[in-house]
């Protein structure tokens, strides 16, 4: 079974040498609530890119922890990419939208994959980072809350596969930049519960073909 390896709880501060105050430096705790737009307790600063209900809760992967940790030549902490939930024994990259975790009481549903930003490469060490993290494709999942709940590290996570269209994080985060979409792309991700700015934007490049 698929387990929760870490909780990760950020407060706003200064990453030396950048200027925007962040949450993205991430301490672990025992236990936190999960609620309907994120953990409680952990900043959000920039709500025009994060947060939301759509994005309220980012997961990583001990597996593409892994990976990185091959690739870096060094262990990461959990919490270094500034996820909140580190979860172990799924396949990151598979992780597919619409797919579930539950956790406890918690339960919650993959929306999209996790962008690179400025602020995560100043947390990495330079702006070289955003273009390795797209390179890798291994992008973590944000997820959106159906049902709140107490969660504690080391708890059992049960994963749920979607059972509709697959499209998964790679797959999309694969997409990030590009400006021609296959329309055929666009209807498969409409077809699941992917977020809803995508699929504003997906709906809207449809509409304009015809």
């Known amino acids: 079974m698929a387990q929760l390896l870490s909780i990760n709880l950020g407060t706003a501060q200064h990453i030396p040498g950048y200027a925007p105050l962040t949450g993205i430096i991430k301490t672990p705790v025992a236990t936190a609530n999960i609620e309907r737009l994120g953990l ?36 990461i902490a959990p919490g270094t990419f500034g996820e909140n939930l580190t979860i172990g024994g799924i396949e990151g990259r598979e992780v597919a ?13 993959v929306t999209y994959h996790r962008t690179p930003c400025m602020t995560f490469a100043a947390r990495m060490g330079g702006p070289g980072w955003v ?28 994963y ?3 059972a509709g269209e697959r499209v998964t994080v790679s797959e999309l985060m694969a997409l990030d930049g590009v400006r021609e979409i296959d329309p055929a792309f666009m209807r498969r991700a409409l077809a699941t519960p992917i977020r809803e700015k995508t699929r504003f934007k997906f709906e809207t490049r449809l509409a304009s073909l015809f």
């Open 40 to 75: 409680a307790g952990d900043a959000i600063c920039d709500r025009k890119h994060h947060g939301g209900s759509d994005q309220a809760i980012y997961v990583y992967f001990a597996d593409d922890y892994l990976w990185w940790a091959d690739e870096l030549g060094q262990s």
């Open 160 to 162: 749920q596969p979607y």
């Open 97 to 109: 939208i619409g797919d579930r975790f539950a956790i406890g009481p918690a339960l919650l549903e």
């Open 131 to 158: 273009r390795r993290f797209h390179r890798a494709n291994r992008p973590g999942a944000y997820c959106r809350v159906l049902a709140p709940g107490a969660v504690e590290a080391g708890m059992g996570v049960g």
